[in-house]
């Protein structure tokens, strides 16, 4: 199966591209969908018009929650792009999109820590006022019910999850 998106195939990734790597994410929780991307900021918008068209298949996501879906995995995949391996020429990232009553759980995945610093982790770290960029994990952790990172093989998964009427979005 391509990977089609706005009518147009997204090069020739294919779902499998992003191997599925298996992890909780709640009692009854399915991948609505899956994704993969080139490493390219111009990819971007494609992975927020990915989840915006997944979720439009849901009736039941409130529109502030998928308002902050969209922001999040526009972070999200912009931390892939510029930090991990995904950036390099040639990267990949992909998006997998879980729903199930009372939360959705969107998560990223990266090709792991660039060469220069193999054992880089995100976390979230005070910026400066001035900064014009380091705020990303600090709008996650506002933004989300909750948040993770995990390694995987080959990469690194993000994870934001948000629960309609509850928690901190």
Same mark, same amino acid.
């Given at each position: 199966?391509?990977a089609?998106l706005?009518g /147009?195939p997204?090069?020739d990734l294919?779902?499998q591209?992003?191997p599925?790597?298996?992890?909780? /994410?709640?009692a009854?929780?399915v991948?609505?969908? @899956?994704?993969?991307?080139?490493?390219?900021?111009s990819h971007?918008?494609?992975? *927020?018009?990915?989840?915006?068209?997944?979720?439009?298949?849901?009736?039941?996501?409130p %529109?502030?929650?998928?308002?902050?879906?969209?922001l999040?995995?526009s972070?999200?995949a912009?931390n892939?792009? @510029?930090?991990?391996?995904?950036?390099?020429?040639?990267g *990949?990232?992909?998006?997998?999109? &879980?729903?199930?009553?009372g &939360?959705?759980?969107?998560?990223?995945?990266?090709?792991? %820590? /660039?060469?220069?610093d193999?054992?880089?982790r995100?976390?979230?770290?005070a910026?400066?006022?001035?900064?014009?960029?380091g705020r990303?994990?600090?709008?996650?952790?506002?933004?989300?019910?909750?948040?993770n990172?995990e390694a995987v %093989?080959?990469?690194r998964?993000?994870a934001?999850?948000?629960?309609?009427?509850?928690g /901190?979005?």
């Amino acid at each position: 199966m391509s990977a089609t998106l706005s009518g /147009r195939p997204s090069q020739d990734l294919q779902a499998q591209d992003f191997p599925y790597v298996p992890r909780a /994410r709640g009692a009854g929780a399915v991948v609505m969908a @899956r994704c993969g991307f080139p490493g390219e900021e111009s990819h971007v918008a494609q992975a *927020r018009r990915f989840v915006r068209s997944t979720l439009g298949l849901c009736p039941a996501i409130p %529109p502030d929650v998928l308002d902050s879906a969209l922001l999040l995995v526009s972070e999200v995949a912009s931390n892939a792009i @510029r930090h991990t391996r995904s950036g390099e020429p040639g990267g *990949r990232f992909g998006v997998e999109v &879980h729903h199930s009553p009372g &939360h959705l759980t969107v998560a990223v995945h990266d090709e792991g %820590p /660039r060469g220069d610093d193999p054992g880089a982790r995100p976390t979230v770290e005070a910026v400066s006022p001035d900064s014009e960029r380091g705020r990303g994990l600090a709008i996650i952790d506002a933004v989300a019910s909750e948040w993770n990172t995990e390694a995987v %093989p080959g990469g690194r998964v993000v994870a934001f999850t948000l629960r309609p009427g509850g928690g /901190r979005h």
